[in-house]
């Protein structure tokens, strides 16, 4: 038997119903702050991802040679794509541009519950704008979309600036390395690296790594001008500070966050799942520029990805995904009854409710009768029980159905069986609650 690869999942039609449901959400709360979909190549040059991505996913890509030669990617993530699409398409556009994305990503990783290597990104990217104003959007747009999952979740903001400061003594190459450290916040491998590396001197290295301990506990401003002085970034900063408070946004500061992409630039922030394990960063993204490096202008950007699976599992760890039943109907026929099976089906399923169903944001808001045909030649009883494994309802046509112009419509949850012509048979069904 042929296995699927590993890393990869198959999903059945209740995951994908409950998928359906949330990405729904995700979409109509992107789209109510302007932001608009777009869609990338899922493979692209391999150069794009080893410009600027860093190590650590550079790694991580699947790249392939393709019948010319040329070293292509599967793309490990979305930003370094829409950007490249910016600087392609989008120059002219009038901006900021609020883009939005759902599209799966390819990782060459050790999979456990929560990392895959086909994964889906749900982000969003804020193309042209440079101010307080613009991160903060960014950062409430995250909570809001997150919020909009029904996830139980926690923020952390930080600013590559400070530890940058701190850094700054170190060798670039020393810096990155210190910088991949932080963000699997592995302080004894960092300080095995730094003492190996001796990088600043006796005492040199000792001091920048108790420092970087200290920007850890940091959780708020004044302690963060305390340990590392002024800074030209201060003022934007504390702006960002004080629009986060202003709108009443929960999070926390964190100054360690380091991030594993190389691209940042000033603001970065991640969020976390509170009911998950090891793999519960569910969100990541920040400020970068990357227009100018693939041939474009320097447009600051900013924006995140949301690890969707991940919030999928905290999801079903928590509740069931509340998606949206439409009620299902089983035609079945005999007899003279047999020609009038798609017509029946077809009526069943023309039906549309006029407005949305109560409950909020759904994939599809109208709600529609689900009509199913029964294409067996077994007998009645065989019929109906199968009809009671898949269908709410039973339609009957037999010979004396299709003389009086009627169906028998059975009720498969109660038992309950009326007699009623085929319009009225659709509003009673269109009237059931859900099952
Ligand atoms: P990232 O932190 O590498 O950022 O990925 C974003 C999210 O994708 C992670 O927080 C995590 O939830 C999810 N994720 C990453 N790897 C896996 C995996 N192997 N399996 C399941 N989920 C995974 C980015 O990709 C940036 N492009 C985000 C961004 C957008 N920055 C600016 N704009």
Redesign the pocket.
Known sequence: MLQRPK?TRDFLPEEMEGRRAIEGRLRDHARAWGYREIATPAFEHLELFTVKSGEG?VSEVYAFEDKKGLRMALR?????PVLRMYVNEGRSLPKPLRWFYFAD?F?Y?D?QK????Q?W?F???LIGADTPEASAEVILLAGDLLGATGVDFTLQVGHLAPMKKVLAPLPLEVQARVMRFLDKRDFDGMERYLAETRAGGDGGWQAILGTLRDLTAVRDLEELWKLVGDIPERPGIEALDRILAREGLSFSWNFAIA???D??TGMVF??FASNLGA?N??????E?RLARLFGGDDAA??????????VVVSLRNAQEIPVERWPVVMVITQGKGRELAFSAARAFRDAASPEAPAGGIGYRRQKRIVALVDLTEQNINKKMSHAAKVADFAAIIGDREAAEGTVTLKDLHTGDQVSLSLDDAVTEVMKSGPR
């Open positions: 890393g996913i490990p993530e979305i930003t370094a990503c990782r990783e999979p929560g990392r895959y290597r994964f990104q982000g969003t990217e991030r594993g992409l691209y940042y991640e969020g793999e960063q569910i969100l990541g993204g920040g970068y950007s900013a924006g995140f990805a949301i690890g969707f699976d991940r």
